[in-house]
C-alpha cells in the first residue's frame, strides 16, 4: 500500500507542478517542465516532514520506485514498435537516420568517459570539505549521461559493495544534471533560434509556454485501439505485455547472476538492461506469431512518456538532503565543472556533424548528456517542432552505438568493487576516452564545421535531408 501511496503523492505533485508552470512567467519562458517543478518540490516535502508521516512513504521507497519505474520505462522502449521506413527517397533518409545515430552514440559514450575522469578528479580535489572520497566522482556519468534510473540502479549495486550513501550521491548528481539541462539548455537553444541555426523553428505559442493545450486545439492523438473494448481494453494489453516482460527481465537476471565475480553481480543488476532484451524478446515472439500488430506505436510511446516522467519526480524525492549537506562542496563544484565540460565537448563536436540540422542534434546531446534522452528530445522539440529534420528518430536509434560504453562502465564497477584500484581505473579510461576519439576520426564522423557561434559557417558536404520521422524516448 505504501507503493500507492507514492505513486500518489508523485501525481500530486506533477500537478501541482503543472499549476506553478502556468503562473510562473519565468518557468514558462525557460520551458522547465512540469515534472521538474513536481521534482524539486517533493524534494523540499520530503525533506521538511512528509517523510515517514505515512507508514513506509520515505526516501528508501522514491529510490526504490525509481529504479523500478526506469525498468518498465526501458521496457516500454523495447516494445515500441519502429517508425515506418521510408521507401522512396532512394534511401537517403535511412543513411541520414544511421549516420546521425552514430554519431550521437559515439559523442555520448565520449563525453560518458571524460565525465567520469573530470568527476574522480574534482572530487578528489574538493573531497576534502565533507571527507568525501574520490571514487564517488564516478557517479556523476551515471547521474549526467543516463539519468536517475541507470544512477540508482548502479549506486545500489556500489552500496552492496560497500560505498555508503551512494544512492543518494547519485540521486543529488542526477536532479543537478536536470536543472542545469534546462535552465542551460532552454537559453541555449533560443539563442540559436535567434541566430538563425535552427531552420524549422517557430515561436514559443502560448499553449507550449504554459505546458497545455486549449479546448479547441487541435492536437495529436494518443494511439489507435487494437483490440474490442468487449473482450479487454488496449491499454490492458499494453500493460501485459509489459508485466510478462518484466517477469522475463528477471529471468535473465537470474540467469546472469551465475556469471563469476562482480562482472555477473554488475549485469544482472542492471534491470533497465534486462528489461530491454526481455521487451526485444517478446516483440520478436508476437512478431513470429503475426501479433505485434497489437502493440500501437503511438501508446506505448506514451506509456513511456508516464513512465520518463514519475522516474524523474520520484528521483528527486528520494534524495535526503542531510546526507548531501555534508558533501555539498565537492558535489556542487563537481555539477558546475561538469556541466561547463559538457557544453563545450558537446558544441566542439555538434559543429562538425555534416548535415542541416546539426544545431538541432547538438542541443539533443546537451539534453541527454545531463538530463535523459527525453530530456535532449524536449529541446530538440523547441528548435523542431514539427518534426521536419531527423534528429528525434536518430536520438531513438544512438542507444547501440552507445553500447561501446560498456567497457567504461565496467572498469568502474570493477574499481567500485576493488579489483581495480582509482589510479588503474583513471588509466584505463583515459586510454578508452583516446580509443573512441580515434573511432570519432577513422569513421569521419566529425569534418568540416557546418555552424558557428556566429551563425551558419558552410554548407554540409553531404545536406541531409529533412524528413519528418517519428522517434519513440528513452
Known amino acids: 500500500m505504501s507503493a500507492l501511496f507514492g505513486l500518489s503523492l508523485i501525481g500530486a505533485f506533477c500537478l501541482l507542478g503543472m499549476a506553478i508552470r502556468r503562473w510562473i512567467p519565468a518557468l514558462r519562458t525557460n520551458m522547465v517542465p512540469a515534472f521538474v517543478i513536481a521534482g524539486f518540490l517533493g524534494a523540499i516535502a520530503m525533506n521538511v516532514g512528509l517523510s515517514g508521516v505515512i507508514d513506509g512513504v520515505d526516501s528508501s521507497l522514491f529510490a526504490t520506485l525509481t529504479a523500478e519505474l526506469f525498468t518498465l520505462s526501458f521496457i516500454s522502449i523495447g516494445l515500441t514498435p519502429p517508425p515506418a521506413s521510408t521507401k522512396d527517397d ?38 576534502r570539505f565533507g571527507g568525501m572520497d574520490a571514487m564517488y566522482g564516478f557517479m556523476i556519468p551515471f547521474a549526467f549521461a543516463q539519468g536517475p534510473g541507470q544512477a540508482v540502479t548502479f549506486a545500489a549495486i556500489f552500496e552492496g559493495q560497500g560505498w555508503v550513501d551512494a544512492v543518494d550521491v547519485g540521486l543529488a548528481f542526477a536532479s543537478a544534471g536536470f536543472a542545469a539541462a534546462f535552465l542551460i539548455g532552454v537559453p541555449l537553444a533560443k539563442w540559436g533560434m535567434s541566430k538563425g541555426l535552427a531552420t524549422h523553428s517557430m515561436g514559443i505559442s502560448d499553449s507550449v509556454g504554459k505546458g497545455y493545450f486549449r479546448k479547441d486545439e487541435e492536437t495529436e492523438t494518443m494511439g489507435s485501439e487494437t483490440t474490442f473494448s468487449g473482450n479487454i481494453d488496449t491499454l490492458t494489453v499494453h500493460m501485459a505485455m509489459m508485466g510478462v516482460a518484466y517477469v522475463l527481465a528477471h529471468v535473465l537476471a537470474w540467469i546472469l ?25 517478446l516483440r520478436w515472439v508476437l512478431r513470429k506469431i503475426r501479433v505485434e500488430h497489437l502493440v500501437d506505436r503511438q501508446m506505448q510511446a506514451k506509456i513511456t512518456g508516464f513512465t520518463t516522467d514519475y522516474v524523474v519526480v520520484a528521483s528527486f524525492m528520494a534524495v535526503q ?154
Open 90 to 127: 532512394g534511401g537517403k533518409t535511412q543513411r541520414t537516420l544511421l549516420r546521425g545515430a552514430w554519431s550521437m552514440g559515439l559523442t555520448w559514450t565520449v563525453v560518458f568517459a571524460v565525465q567520469a575522469l573530470v568527476g574522480v578528479g574534482v572530487v578528489a580535489a574538493t573531497g
Open 257 to 281: 547472476g551465475h556469471i563469476p565475480g562482480f562482472v555477473g553481480d554488475t549485469i544482472s543488476g542492471m534491470m533497465f538492461m534486462n528489461g530491454l532484451f526481455a521487451a526485444y524478446f
Open 321 to 474: 538532503a542531510a546526507v548531501v549537506a555534508a558533501w555539498l562542496v565537492p558535489i556542487l563544484v563537481t555539477v558546475v565543472i561538469v556541466t561547463a565540460i559538457t557544453v563545450v565537448l558537446v558544441f566542439l563536436i555538434g559543429q562538425r556533424y555534416g548535415s542541416d540540422h546539426d544545431f538541432e542534434r547538438t542541443m539533443g546531446m546537451y539534453g541527454t548528456l545531463t538530463g535523459t534522452t527525453p530530456t535532449g528530445l524536449a529541446l530538440v522539440r523547441i528548435l523542431d517542432p514539427r518534426m521536419r529534420t531527423t534528429t528525434m528518430a536518430e536520438m531513438g536509434l544512438m542507444n547501440l552505438p552507445e553500447l561501446l560504453y560498456l567497457p567504461a562502465m565496467l572498469t568502474i564497477s570493477a574499481a567500485f568493487a576493488g579489483e581495480v584500484g582509482i589510479a588503474g581505473s583513471l588509466g584505463i579510461i583515459a586510454a578508452l576516452t583516446g580509443a573512441y576519439a580515434v573511432i570519432m576520426l577513422l569513421t569521419k564522423t566529425v569534418g568540416k564545421r557546418t555552424w558557428t557561434l556566429s551563425g551558419t559557417a558552410s554548407e554540409p558536404a553531404e545536406r541531409d535531408s529533412a524528413t519528418p520521422v517519428d522517434s519513440a524516448t528513452r
